[in-house]
């Protein structure tokens, strides 16, 4: 599901050519840990300007990305991803695994089918150190939005027990932390509420049904196929809307869905979103070699709890992928849920965990042998150091980007 919505479940986009300059920063930091490490970027930043075209025709998205550095730090995944590949090009013994490619705090998501790491847009294979970094430096930038000192590392620390723990036991279950317990005990559990909710997003923007309909027949086939005992008419589209949510993938082609259900009753009405499956950067540690199929693939190996109705359709010459929302569903944010050092501490360990168990399975979801597994464990310990270290340098480089966009796009 796309970033933000308060309704429904299921990494940011490539950016287009001329959206992102990466340039050259004077190095520098207000940090007290020293200077920057022989690796850091020099001063290469993730910059993106603001006069782009893409950013100046959607002004909103230009504010949000002014607001704080984590938000920043969400739309600019594609140079993040280059930047990791680069840093750590010479480090031996990275087995590929199963990345979910844009792993940061505010894609944790809570949902009446569980809860966990979402939107799986930038699935891949590669190393492990796409989704360790990613997910540190998120944490980093979450601790110092909300003033910890050094909370982002303790927070790391817990990440990497609890990633550990489940390379060592792939069928460890771990009890959702109590800020999930929180966000749960807010859930309107009524199925019209949830249909309400959708409705005003497809409202705003609506679009006529018979541009998907025909586009969606295979997709409909199939998943009749695949779940057997519903109608015929359960997929048939009553109305549809553009959706216009998220920060990474605020600049991707989604649509939602509202579906006719078991019944001619509107109260029994099922909603889907279809997101366009857009093409990753080139990046040479990054692998795709399964096509569009590596989203829902990504969802299936990665997901405490797989969302329904997930499959592909194209429409006018590009792959979407399309699932089926629940009726609630709230994504973690940095602003208000975690009250303590301590819920970011055991949102870490949660995910440790959720990607420690998906990272080595097969394709059929199976989990590696035990020799391959310690493989990936002992790689992950001996490249620890540079892992901190990066997540480091690169909160420090997003920072001073962040601050330079703020500047550009102040301007007159």
């Known amino acids: 599901m796309s970033g933000g919505s308060t309704a429904g479940l299921v990494v940011p986009e490539p950016l ?28 290469e930043a993730f910059r993106v300007s603001p006069d782009a075209p893409e950013l100046k025709a959607t002004p909103d998205l230009v504010d949000r990305l002014r607001e704080t550095p984590h938000r920043y730090f969400r739309f600019i995944n594609a140079l993040f991803t280059q930047a990791v590949c680069a840093r750590f090009h010479d480090a031996r013994g990275l087995p590929d695994v199963n990345l979910h490619g844009d792993a940061h705090v505010e894609q944790y998501a809570v949902t009446s089918l569980g809860r966990g790491l979402t939107d799986f847009d930038d699935s891949a294979r590669g190393p492990n150190v796409i989704d360790l970094v990613r997910f540190g430096v998120s944490l980093e930038l979450a601790g110092r939005e909300r003033g910890w000192t050094g909370e982002g590392r303790r927070a790391f620390d817990r990440f990497l027990e ?30 019209r509420v949830a249909l309400g909710r959708a409705d005003a997003l497809i409202d705003a923007e609506p679009v006529p049904a018979s541009d998907l309909e025909a586009d969606s027949r295979d997709y409909v086939a199939k998943m009749l196929a695949e779940w057997a005992g519903l109608p015929a008419s359960y997929f048939r589209i009553k109305k549809v809307g553009r959706l216009r949510m998220g ?21 029994d009405d099922e909603i889907l979103e279809a997101k366009v499956v857009r093409p990753l950067p080139g990046v040479e540690c990054i ?33 979407f992928w399309v699932h089926g929302w629940t009726d609630d569903y709230v994504e973690l944010s940095i602003d208000f849920s975690f009250a303590l050092p301590e819920d970011l501490r055991q949102v870490g360990y949660d995910v440790g965990v959720q990607l420690g168990r998906a990272h080595p399975k097969d394709e059929a979801g199976h989990g590696l042998t ?10 992950t310990r001996e490249t620890e150091a540079r892992i901190r270290q990066a997540i480091e340098d690169l909160a420090d480089a997003t920072v001073i980007a962040w601050g330079t966009f703020r500047k550009e796009s102040a301007r007159p």
């Open 287 to 319: 692998r795709t070699d399964v096509g569009p199929r590596r989203v829902p693939l990504g969802m299936a190996l990665i997901a405490y709890a797989p969302f329904p109705f997930s499959g592909l359709f194209n429409h006018k010459g590009r792959t």
């Open 370 to 379: 035990p020799g391959l597994r310690e493989t990936l464990r002992q790689s």
């Open 162 to 191: 609890g990633y550990d723990e489940a390379l060592g036991d792939p069928a460890l279950d771990v009890p959702p932390p109590p800020v999930v317990l929180r966000a749960r005990a807010a859930f309107a559990l009524d199925h």
């Open 247 to 267: 920060i990474g993938s605020a600049l991707d082609e989604k649509y939602l869905l509202r579906i006719e259900g078991w019944t001619v009753q509107p109260d």
């Open 16 to 43: 287009a050519a001329g959206l992102v300059a990466v340039v050259l920063l004077t190095c520098g930091t207000d940090r007290t840990a020293g200077p920057p490490s022989p690796e850091a970027p020099r001063g």
